[in-house]
């Protein structure tokens, strides 16, 4: 995975204090949009506390008083994107056709797409904020996805190949995964073109069919 090779520290940031009530959620969820959509126009080179506190419409203290830092609001908003993939991905499977074709092309599609978000703010996400920043949250991610896929595969029966479904489960998502995050990294016209989107789904079912 792309992400920065500089140092972590050892706990990962996060916000001096989580909201408690329905406005200071308001304002919570202000901040990390209004991030997100300063690093798609600026990139984080254009990334400060004042910018983002004028995008959200909130005091510079409103921002400080949430996040310590321009570091703490990233892992933040990394903890989310993991949090939205589980539920975009949990959403297009259920509104697909009952066929593996048509699930795996729609989960698929939503991961590399701009459906799950700006390719600048993924780009930024990638390459500014290390693995550990966003661990607790991406394991627990990573389990739930993995619970979906196995309950999935499991309802194709026969039409499935024989293997270590863990396993298999692991090495599909993880594969998707990168491949999608390399697209983001390297080859963002991929995102959205149908060329690399059939070619994963195809990849995907060639893998677990028998």
Known sequence: MPRTKKTAPSIEPGPKKLPKTQR??????????????VLQQEGIEGLTS?????KAGVSVGSFYQYFPNKESVLAELSRRQEERAYVLLRERMV?????????????????????????EMRRTLLGQVPLAWARSKSLENDQRLQDMVNTLLDS?????????????????IHLVEQLV???VWRRPDL?????FIN??????????RP
Not at 50 to 54: A, D, F, G, T, V
Not at 95 to 119: H, Q, R
Not at 191 to 195: A, C, F, L
């Open 181 to 183: 995050e390399a697209a």
């Open 95 to 119: 509104d697909a056709e009952p066929t593996m074709e048509s699930i795996a092309k729609s989960m698929i599609s939503a991961l590399a797409s701009e459906d799950f978000g700006d390719i």
């Open 156 to 172: 194709f029966g026969d039409e499935i190949r024989d293997g270590d479904r863990d396993v298999m489960t692991f090495i599909l």
């Open 191 to 195: 995102i959205g073109d149908p060329r």
């Open 50 to 54: 004042n910018k983002i506190s004028q």
């Open 199 to 208: 070619e994963l789904v195809l990849l995907a079912l060639r893998y677990i």
């Open 24 to 37: 200071s959620q308001d304002i919570f969820d202000a901040i990390l949009d209004a991030t997100a959509v």
